[in-house]
């Protein structure tokens, strides 16, 4: 079976400052990894996604992530948040199906100006 | 990019009554489409994978009776919440993985939520 931890729930970052989004995963797998985020009353739109190339990956809107095999994380950054960042954010990893995923628990951004 | 509408993208409705929501793919052919359902400040959770001309697969614990789907086409499925109650209101997710790119490509509509009074 295949889980996703996102440590935090809530994080808050002043505008300007370095966003750090936390998830673990574990694996029977090599698995596909995935960012998504939320905003309010909409659906879920990509960030970025691993798919066991490159393990650091560029996605939209100045993201990126860094899958780390020895410490089964794949953790979001930016190193500059903007206002328009705040949503909440979903990592993600395929489960049992080719094209099932499994989300994390969400963690929700917040920017203050 | 690929686009996937779905609709009505909110609802209320009466207990009792049957609501009927649509995930369409705009411009990609979809074999296979997901729902998902998200209560208020908690993630996705799937609920059956369909799959055009075939019955859906439901995930354990879903009530393949009360929440029926249909993908008739490569470009529409349904999910019908039956005999809708209070405790069914939720925020209801579909995505749609395209034919044409690899597997773990999908897309994801914009959601609908159902109020059951």
């Known amino acids: 079976a295949q889980s996703v931890t996102q440590l935090g729930s809530h994080v808050s970052v002043s505008e300007g400052a370095l966003v750090l989004l936390r998830c673990n995963y574990s694996s029977s797998v090599p698995p596909y990894l995935f960012w998504y985020v939320q905003y309010p009353n909409q659906g879920l739109q990509l960030l970025l996604k691993?798919?066991?190339?490159?393990?650091l990956v560029k996605g939209i809107n100045g993201f990126e992530a860094e899958f780390k095999k020895s410490e089964t994380s794949f953790h979001l950054t930016k190193p500059s948040a903007h206002m328009s960042d705040a949503a909440e954010y979903f990592c993600?990893?395929?489960?049992?199906?080719?094209?099932?995923?499994?989300f994390g628990q969400g963690t929700r951004l917040t920017i203050n100006p | 990019g690929a686009v996937v509408s779905q609709h009505p993208s909110r609802v209320i409705c009466k207990s009792g009554t049957s609501v009927k929501i649509e995930c369409r793919s705009l411009?990609?052919?979809?074999?296979?489409m997901f729902w998902y359902r998200q209560f208020p400040k908690q993630s996705l959770m799937l609920m059956a994978t369909s799959n055009e001309g075939s019955k859906a697969t439901y995930e354990q614990g879903v009530e393949k009776d009360k929440f029926l789907i249909n993908h008739a086409s490569l470009t529409l499925s349904t999910l019908t919440v039956t005999s809708a109650h209070p405790e069914d209101s939720s925020f209801y997710i579909c995505?749609?993985?395209?034919?044409?790119?690899?597997?773990?490509?999908?897309?994801f509509g914009s959601g609908t939520q159902l109020s059951v009074l």
């Open positions: 691993y798919t066991s190339a490159a393990t």
């Open positions: 995505s749609a993985a395209e034919m044409a790119l690899r597997n773990e490509k999908l897309f």
């Open positions: 993600a990893v395929n489960g049992q199906g080719a094209q099932k995923l499994v």
């Open positions: 411009d990609f052919q979809a074999t296979t």
